[in-house]
Structures are given as C-alpha cells and as structure tokens.
C-alpha cells in the first residue's frame, strides 16, 4: 500500500519547525539584549541554584564591608584621643619634674599646679571622648559617660562607670573584630603589686596583707602635749598645734641662749621684742613641732620630757587613739573600701602620710596626686614635698605606658580591619567571576548563534512555504 504524508501531517511538520527556529532566535535575542545566559530559573537550574548561593555569599560579603566602613571612624576617633591623651601625659610629667625644683617657692609651685589641673581636665575630656552621640571609652555602654569626677573621704577622685566589654564587628565568616577599649584598659587599669609609705611621720607596714587600690592619706592628729617646758615658759595654745608624737626631750639652755627639741637643731631662744616670742615653733630632728610661750621665761635653763598623744584615721571620721606599741593596726574606709595594716611603734610627728597602691592609681588620680603635692596641702617641707612628689612619677609612667599599649592595639586592629577589607573585596571579585561564569553570556558566540536562528528561521520559513503550496492537480491525484 502506498503511503504518503496527509496535508496536515506537512502544516505540523512546518509549525513545529518555525516553532523550534523561532524559539532558539528568541532565546538568542534575549541573551544578547540581557548579556545574561541565565535568564530564568527553567534555562538551567543548576546554574540557577549555584547562582543564587554565590549570590547570597556576596551579601555577606557587602554586609562585612559594610561593617568595616562604619568601623573605621571609631578606630581613627580613638587613636586620636590616645594620641593627644599621651601628649597630655607627657606634658604632665615635665610639669612634675619641673615642680620638683628646689628653686621653686610656694607661689611658683601653685602656679604648676594650675597647669597640671588644667591637664588633668584635659585629659578628661579625651577620656570621655565621643563620635557623634556615643562615648569612645565606655566599653559597650557607649550612651554612659565613662569617667566623672567625685569627692571620696575628702578627696577628689575620678571613677569609671562603663564596663569592660568591647564592641565586636564581623569581617569575616566567623571571624570578629573588637572595635574599641574600654576605659578601665587605658586609664584605669590596675597592676596592684604592694603598697607603699611616705616617711613623714614614721608609720610602717604591718604584717598583714593589705586591701584596695588608688592612694590616699593616713591622717594622724595630735591630741595633746603632755609635760610643761619649764624655765616659765608654757605651750602657747595649750599644745593645740603642736605636731608632737611621743616623748621627746626639750632643753632649754638660758646660758647658750637656745632651746632645741630631741636632737633637732638647737635655735635661739626669742627675745621679748620678737614677734613670735608667745607662739615660737621649735622642730625636733623628725620635723615635729612644738609651740612655747616665752613671754614668762625666767632666763634659767630646764631640760624636761614632753610627750604628745595622737589619733589616727583613714577617713577623718572615724579616729583611734595612737597607740605606739603596736605592730599591725588595722585601719579602713568603708567609703574606699580600703584596709590598711600598720605599724606605729616609730611614729614621731603628727601630719598626713601618703599611701598607695603601685599600680593601682589611674591616671587621672596621678595627677591628682601631684596637684595636692604642689599645692602643699599637709604643710610639708621642701625635701618631704620633693620625695612625695617624685613617688607619683612612677604612677604617672606606667599610665603613660598603659595610654600607649592602647594606641598600639588600636593601631594594629586599624590595620587588621584594612587587611580585612582588602581581603573581602578580592573574595567578592572571586565570587562575582564565579556567577559571571554561570550566568553571563558570551555575546560573540550568542551573537553568532543569533544570526544563525535567522538565517535557519529564514530557510525554514522558505521551505515550509513550498512545502506547503497547493494546485489543482493535488487534489486531482
């Protein structure tokens, strides 16, 4: 039987021709239109699902960079007020070795004092440093004012109220970044390793382990003297400001014409036209004083004991009698916090002694210390302000040390973020060239395969249009 292809099987056959040609002309022009191969999902999902996961790894990627621009102002903000902290802290010590003059008189040393509060305010202000609304130095409670001034036990003393945490950023999968310090590490950190004592007044260290930080004073006040001067001459005041602690020997020497107190230096004994003859001072060799009246001197000579009672107290509030047998004394601040143990057996003088913990006094606390130094608030001598004053350098040193350990960490996490950017954006470079792999297309050869679904569209058109033509004689056969 002879079998030959109907009219509709020939309109099939040509449709599904035009339809094939037409289908890879348009898909050509729409990869040359878009540039992409990957058009839709259907053109290949793999590649499609490949693409989208490289693409939200570049999402990431922008997240971090993101991230690290926002970073960097709060880097560079907090290198620079480490670096101009450092400068104050250097301008300080020059005050402090200039203060230690011996040149210097008492209006000399106030006026260096007025420059190192200056200093001190100055160094606050970088301490409580801000970009924009939030603070630098508070750790992660960056809306509270890290530092502040306050009166403790009579003493003004500036405090950290942040906390110790950094603020953290990702630059990479996993990978942190802390982005700040917090105050405590720069200008508050403590390396308490022993306590030490001025020499003023005699007092020592107990057997006992003491407990706090910063400095402070150990206050000892004269009670009373006990014993009259003899020769007619009495204690002016009663003894009141007398700085006397323990026995001490006076001798008065009518024919030498002085008097002298212990071994201290023997002066002469004032004359009744002498301005100071009812409230004459004499010094023994620990540079406790006792106060005469000698306006009744007999011009006999006497040599007696005098002896002085004390108090002694932390915090000015809470006194206990001196008792100058005693080898490990308990005193404390409830306020501070601070316990000390002591030993009075070689107490002579009533007056303040500086303690403080080595390496736990913050930096603006050394300066502090230094003000009050030069400012002679305990009436020191020359040589004792001279000793009390060079004790603070060592405080003043490590805290300088400490401000520039913090602006190297500061420095190198700068340079860390810098690295990092560098390396996310040659990661996103190396992932876009993956998606571009998958996804763009090849215009030379999608242009070429364009022209080629013409031309084969054109042919097809043509033929079908043969194929397709009928006569009479077709229907007649």
């Not at 020939?10 to 540039?35: F, M, P």
């Not at 010094?283 to 006792?290: F, H, R, S, T, Y």
């Not at 000015?316 to 080898?327: I, S």
């Not at 300066?367 to 020359?382: K, P, S, V, W, Y």
């Amino acid at each position: 039987m002879n079998i030959r292809p109907t009219q509709n099987t020939n309109y099939a056959l040509v449709r599904n021709g035009l339809a094939l040609n037409l289908s890879k002309l348009i898909t050509a022009q729409e990869q040359v239109s878009t540039g992409k191969k990957l058009v839709r999902i259907s053109d290949d999902p793999v590649a499609a699902s490949s693409v989208l996961a490289l693409k939200r790894q570049i999402g990431g990627v922008n997240q971090n960079q993101e991230s690290i621009d926002a970073s960097k102002p709060l880097l560079q903000a907090g290198m620079a007020s480490l670096n101009e902290a450092g400068t104050i802290l250097s301008e300080a010590r020059s005050k402090a070795i200039l203060g230690l003059s011996g040149t210097l008189g008492d209006g000399d040393r106030r006026a260096v004092a007025s420059e190192l509060r200056m200093l001190k305010t100055r160094l606050l202000e970088m301490g409580n440093a801000r970009l924009g609304d939030r603070y630098l130095f508070s750790g992660t409670a960056s809306t509270t004012q890290p530092f502040a001034e306050r009166e403790v036990s009579g003493l003004v003393r500036v405090e950290y109220a942040g906390n110790q945490e950094s603020r953290q950023i990702e630059i990479g999968s996993g990978v942190s970044l802390p982005m700040n310090l917090s105050g405590s590490e720069v200008f508050d950190r403590f390396e308490v390793s022993s306590v030490s004592l001025g020499s003023v007044t005699g007092l020592g260290l107990g057997t006992t382990a003491n407990q706090g930080s910063g400095y402070g004073y150990v206050h000892i006040r004269h009670d009373a003297t006990l014993g009259s001067p003899g020769s007619g001459v009495s204690l002016a005041s009663g003894g009141l400001q007398d700085t006397l602690v323990g026995d001490r020997v006076l001798t008065i020497d009518a024919a030498a014409g002085t008097v002298q107190l212990g071994t201290g230096t023997p002066v002469a004994i004032p004359s009744a036209s002498n301005a100071a003859v009812a409230n004459y001072g004499v010094a023994d060799e620990n540079g406790a004083v006792v106060y005469l009246d000698f306006t009744g001197f007999d011009s006999t000579s006497s040599t007696v004991t005098l002896t002085g009672e004390a108090s002694i107290s932390l915090d000015q509030t809470n006194w206990t009698a001196l008792d100058l047998n005693l080898t490990d004394l308990e005193l404390s601040d409830p306020e501070t916090g601070t316990i000390l143990h002591l030993d009075t057996r070689r107490v002579m003088r009533a007056t303040s002694e500086l303690y403080s913990f080595d390496g736990g006094v913050n930096a603006f606390d050394a300066i502090q210390g230094m003000i009050e130094d030069l400012e002679n608030i305990h009436d020191l001598t020359t040589p004792e302000l001279q000793a009390r004053l060079t004790s603070r350098l060592s405080d003043l040193d490590r805290n300088f040390e400490n401000v520039q350990r913090a602006q190297g960490t500061l420095g190198s996490r700068a340079q860390r973020l810098e690295s990092g950017a560098e390396r996310l954006s040659d990661f996103e470079i190396t992932l876009r060239g993956l998606v571009s792999d998958r996804e763009d297309a090849d215009l030379a050869s999608v242009i070429l395969e364009m022209t080629k679904a013409e031309q084969t569209l054109q042919v097809a058109q043509a033929s079908g249009t043969r194929l397709l033509q009928t006569t009479l004689l077709d229907y007649l056969r």
